[in-house]
Every structure is written in structure tokens, then in C-alpha cells.
């Protein structure tokens, strides 16, 4: 089984909508949970880190469920910018990281 | 303060050939990882470093890749000799301290194997 998986859409939605993403992963003791953005032929870059009690940054809300292993990706009033892989990541002890595969967005004019 | 900075940006090699792919972390970031990302796939680890150590290279295809990183600094990854499925973005990340300090990557090598 994968560390993390994430469905890999694609997800095309109008200008102005809500949409979200989740992600699970596998291992209990993971400690660490973060969202990339990833732009077409671009490296990966940090959207936002996921806490505990749940973070929002702007139209970006974050979320994490330890009991059903999970995090989740909100965000409002999308616009054509939001379009992007996001890619979300897990970390256990120390500095091991995990990547799911990635979610396509595509926001339609 | 300059991100993580990676060269050749891109490179064309025919297979059986030797290549090599430099990373330079971001300055007092003692680890340093070395990915590989395939078209629609996410990063997949091939080495990770905390200092000049290699602490995680389980994932490195060892009968032809190698990597080093002397001085716990800059990172060099070397493929030889190449195959055409080595033909990906080679992306090196580091990383600073603390629990919810993600990590920062460099634009990437894109490698193409002819």
C-alpha cells in the first residue's frame, strides 16, 4: 500500500467555486502534513502546512483527520491562477517525506 | 537569500552516456534530497542527506547511479551510464528545521536519454 494517495483528478471547475481535495495515507506515526502547489513544468513549491487543529490562509483551508488517516485541501472562490498539481506530502520520524502522486485542477473561465 | 539552485536546467544525452546533475541547498540547510519525478507522478526519493551523510538511499538504483555531497554542502548526482527510462525531472530539495517546516526545491534537471 502507498504511503499516500491522492486521486488524481483531473478537476475542472468554474471560476468562483468551491472545491476540495483529499488525501489519505498509511502509517499512524506520521507526524508532519503539507500541501504543494505544482505548476506545469515547474518544481514543487509549499502552499501550506497542515495542523492539528486545522489552518486556513486566505481562500486555502487545510485540514487533517488523524483517526481516519486523512487531510483535506478547501478552496473558495477558485480562480484561473488556482489552476496547478497539488500535491499533498507526509512526513514521519525525522526528515522522511512522502508525496502523493498529485490532484489536477483546471479552473474554467 | 537564494533558494535551492540546480544546473543544467535541462539536458539531452544519448543512452549509455555519463551525466551528472549539481544541487546547491539553501545556505544552513543540512538536509538535502535528491528526487526523481516522472510525467503525472509526484517525487519519488532517491537519496537524502543530513550533512555529507547519506541517511536514506534505499530507493537508489546503485549499479548506476551514484551521489556525494563532501562537505555537507553542495550535492552532485551522477547517473552511468544511462538508460532511456532515466529520463525524467531530477529535483533536489533541502530543508530547515522544525516540525512544520516544510522543504524548498530547486527548478529541477530535466533529463532527456536519446
Known amino acids: 500500500r502507498k504511503e499516500v494517495e491522492q486521486d488524481p483528478g483531473p478537476f475542472n471547475v468554474p471560476e468562483g467555486a468551491t472545491v476540495a481535495f483529499n488525501c489519505t495515507y498509511s502509517?499512524?506515526?506520521?507526524?508532519?502534513f503539507f500541501w504543494y502547489r505544482q505548476d506545469c513544468r515547474k518544481e514543487p513549491k509549499l502552499l501550506m502546512s497542515v495542523y492539528s487543529s486545522g489552518n486556513e490562509d486566505g481562500r486555502f483551508t487545510a485540514q487533517l483527520n488523524r483517526a481516519s488517516q486523512y487531510i483535506s485541501l478547501l478552496i473558495r472562490d477558485s480562480k484561473l491562477s488556482d489552476s496547478a498539481t497539488y500535491l499533498c506530502v507526509v512526513t514521519r520520524t525525522g526528515n522522511q517525506f512522502y508525496f502523493g502522486t498529485g490532484t489536477s485542477l483546471t479552473v474554467i473561465p | 537569500e537564494a533558494g535551492v539552485v540546480q544546473s543544467p536546467r535541462y539536458k539531452i544525452i544519448e543512452k549509455k552516456q555519463p551525466v551528472a546533475f549539481w544541487c546547491n541547498p539553501i545556505?544552513?540547510?543540512?538536509?538535502l534530497y535528491w528526487y526523481r519525478q516522472n510525467l503525472g507522478q509526484g517525487p519519488e526519493l532517491l537519496i537524502r542527506?543530513?550533512?555529507?551523510?547519506?541517511?536514506?538511499d534505499s530507493q537508489l538504483p546503485k549499479d548506476r547511479f551514484s551521489a556525494e555531497r563532501l562537505k555537507g554542502v553542495d550535492s552532485t548526482l551522477k547517473i552511468q551510464p544511462a538508460e532511456l527510462g532515466d529520463s525524467a525531472v531530477y529535483l533536489c530539495?533541502?530543508?530547515?528545521?522544525?516540525?512544520?517546516?516544510?522543504?524548498?526545491f530547486g527548478s529541477g534537471t530535466r533529463l532527456t536519454v536519446v
Open positions: 502509517n499512524s506515526a506520521s507526524q508532519s
Open positions: 545556505s544552513g540547510h543540512n538536509t
Open positions: 542527506y543530513e550533512n555529507e551523510e547519506a541517511v536514506d
Open positions: 530539495a533541502s530543508r530547515g528545521v522544525g516540525r512544520n517546516y516544510g522543504y524548498t
